[in-house]
């Protein structure tokens, strides 16, 4: 409910600030710790407007899709690339299992790019401290799948289908700072490319494994 979700960082900063007015803003230390927390609670407010302006933007069809042949490997390397330093900081192994040769598919390479970015970035974030977080590629004749794989918290078999709901966040993920839009966008996107998302628990038994396939 986006009222709700909206409310919830706007009322911490009231009360920050109010707090701060009532002579908090005297100690030092204090205010500083307030105004940390201030910036994190806007920053949460400003990826919801983001998700929501982009989610509205795919549903009223005024975003269109700029289909043209992509390598979804190639994709998949620039989008580690990005997130290698992310991994890097929390010491997890960030690896990828792609195909030698490029896999095309007909797609607009930033929204599936940013799929990629979304399952991959909560993949880091959902999994502690020395953990691995893996993506691979693996096609065939009809279809190419895309899976990130990680050895975190994993998700509980009854949220599998519901991680896709705008602002679902699993209890385990509730302190988490983001906005809970990620997947419901990454699933508009790739359903507006006849494919599929899905997610289970990962393969090694810990952790979880989203995937998408599109048509090739
Ligand atoms: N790799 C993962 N491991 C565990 N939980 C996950 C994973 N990916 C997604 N989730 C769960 O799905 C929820 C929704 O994900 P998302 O839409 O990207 O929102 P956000 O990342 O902003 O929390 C997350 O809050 C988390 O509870
Ligand atoms: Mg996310």
Redesign the pocket.
Known sequence: NVSHELRTPVSSIKLLSETLEEGALEDPGVSKKFLGQMIQEVDKLE?IVEGMTTLAKIESGEVRLKKKPVDIVRLVEQVTKRLQGMAAEKEQALTVVIPAEEVLVMADALQLEQVIF??T???I???PPGGTVTIRVTFDEQQVVVS?S?T????DPA?LAR?FERF???D??HS?Q???????ISRHIIEAHSGRIW?EPAPGGK??R?SFSLPV
Do not use: C, E, R, V
Request: net charge positive.
């Open positions: 990826g979304n399952i970035h909560n993949a974030k959902f999994t990130t990680d975190g918290f994993g998700i949220d991680i679902f966040k699993s385990k993920s988490s983001g906005s809970g839009l990620g997947l419901a997610a952790g979880s989203i």
